[in-house]
């Protein structure tokens, strides 16, 4: 059986999936520092010094946990991805879509793209439903302590992984993510693409995923009912629809998402038709290119029979 066409749905984490930063769930409370300073120092942190806002906030983090003797360690990162609260319906989101797919002919991937913590994600009880998590990260020692930053995901650097993506070059030091790959080659379609965010931080990505022929969707805290930012969004052209970031069966976003993964299934059934007709035409192109050569032959052949009777003699 010939494998399944890949539709890719790309996720931002904080405040798409989770209501909140992943960090105040944990960290931060833990740290007994209202989130607003927290932050703020951080910002500091990065004006003062022209560091990227991720590396300031890294560096904040570990910088306190160590001044109160709080572990730096990986497990503590992942156990506080435990902690982490999400949106309405998002526990049962995957399982449903892949078999919606599945009833549409479509293999459904789900990647992460997010500045927060990958370690605290890979912590969270939907870890399991991703392919692969993109996100800042530390590098740590033999001991598992947090050493230096293996990773710093910003809003702008955010948009490579939609191209390892879609071209099948997953590794994050894999440079070959620059070289150029054929439409047909592709491991995921950019037209098969959805992207799921919430802000001006996923400006780049829901724009680059747009512009190639996918699809972007802004969501917003439906409770919050806070809609600025996705109306924003909608109106700078970054983004196709919004709803809000309600993932249960019915809910607004559940019918978009379906009706466009109904849409790329027509694409791809279209494009197999379209395949299949090329096939044929080309076997056509075949056999009339052949046939005009057996004429020539043929014809050739008159040619020289009549030629080879004006020959006096034996001339094989
Ligand atoms: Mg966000």
């Known amino acids: 059986m010939n494998k399944l066409p890949v539709a890719a749905i790309l996720y931002d984490f904080d405040k798409t999936l989770s209501p909140k930063d992943m960090q105040e769930y944990s960290v931060i409370e833990e740290l007994g520092v ?32 160590r001044s109160q003797r709080k572990s730096t360690k990986k497990e503590y990162f992942r156990d506080c991805g435990k902690k982490v609260e ?37 912590g969270s009880s939907i870890a399991k439903h991703f392919d692969r998590i993109y996100a800042s990260a530390f590098l740590y020692t033999a001991d598992g302590v947090t050493e230096w930053p293996a990773q710093s995901v910003n809003y702008t650097n955010k948009t490579q992984f939609i191209f390892r993506i879609a071209k099948g070059r997953f590794e994050e ?76 069966e019915g809910s607004e976003l559940d019918s978009i998402v379906k009706k466009v993964l109904t849409y790329i299934s ?37 040619v020289l029979k009549k030629l080879k009777q004006k020959v006096k003699g034996d001339v094989e």
């Not at 802004?218 to 969004?233: I, Q, R, T």
């Open 34 to 65: 209202a989130p607003e300073k927290f932050w703020g120092e951080a910002n500091r942190l990065a004006k003062e010094n022209r560091m990227d806002g991720n590396l300031a906030w890294m560096y904040e983090m570990i910088l306190q946990l």
């Open 86 to 122: 999400l949106f309405k319906g998002v526990e049962s989101w995957f399982e449903r879509i892949n078999a919606f797919g599945a009833a549409h002919g479509l293999k459904i991937k789900h990647y992460i793209i997010s500045s927060g913590l990958k370690e605290i994600i890979e």
């Open 173 to 248: 030091w894999d440079n070959s993510v620059n070289d150029p790959v054929d439409e047909d080659d592709l491991a995921v379609r950019y037209t098969n693409m959805i992207y799921i965010g919430d802000s001006a931080t996923d400006i780049p990505c829901m724009r680059l995923v747009k512009s190639r022929g996918g699809f972007s969707v802004g969501v917003y805290d439906g409770e919050k009912n806070l809609k600025k930012n996705v109306y924003e969004l909608f109106d700078s052209g970054r983004i196709n629809f919004f709803a809000p970031a309600d993932y249960r």
């Open 266 to 302: 027509a694409q791809e059934e279209l494009r197999r038709v379209g395949a299949e007709n090329k096939a044929l035409a080309a076997e056509y192109k075949r056999y009339s290119a052949a046939k005009t050569a057996l004429e020539n032959e043929r014809g050739a052949g008159e």
